[in-house]
């Protein structure tokens, strides 16, 4: 039977860092502080050198910043109204948005270039989500089905 680990809360990882400097401040030695957390000598000597530095604060947890949203947070309030317009507006045949459509649309309107996949995240950031069309048959005749149901069907139908 395999083993399993449970995963660590950010506030347990928080708590080890403070509970670090702590024992620090009590005069104990870096290598006993990580034998005693269960943790590296190295993990360790970097939470008191930043503890130190940017005071016991920054060890806190902190959420990596990410790089900078290309799109202005009012360029992304358009795109629904710019969507809005319809994909014939942007001369594209057939009335059906797709992330290559939007993503066009992004570049040409904003001038920024986006990937299709991160183009289907703004999309349900802005609230649209994905619809696939049903797929039938152009020449499909409804009232032919209707009828084959209402008629032929209860005859067909196997009775208990």
Not at 71 to 98: C, D, I, M, N
Not at 149 to 157: A, D, L, S
Request: with cysteine; glycine share 8%.
């Amino acid at each position: 039977m395999g083993q399993y680990r449970l995963r660590k809360s950010d506030s347990s990882f928080e708590a080890r860092r403070f509970r670090a400097w702590e024992l620090k401040q009590q005069g104990w030695k870096q290598k006993d502080i990580a034998e005693a957390l269960g943790v590296t000598a190295g993990a360790v000597s970097q939470w008191l050198k930043r503890a130190r530095a940017e005071g016991v604060e920054s060890l806190r947890r902190r959420v990596a910043p990410g790089s900078a949203p290309r799109l202005t947070a009012a360029q992304r309030a358009q795109l629904p109204g710019l969507l809005a317009k319809g994909a014939e507006a942007y001369e594209f045949s057939g009335a059906v948005w797709t992330r290559a459509r939007v993503a066009e649309v992004i570049r040409r309107e904003f001038g920024v270039t986006y990937d299709e996949s991160h183009v289907g995240r703004i999309l349900r950031a802005c609230g649209w989500s994905l619809q696939k069309p049903a797929r039938r048959a152009k020449q499909r005749d409804e009232e032919a089905i209707r009828a084959w149901k209402e008629e032929r069907w209860p005859e067909v139908e196997k009775k208990p």
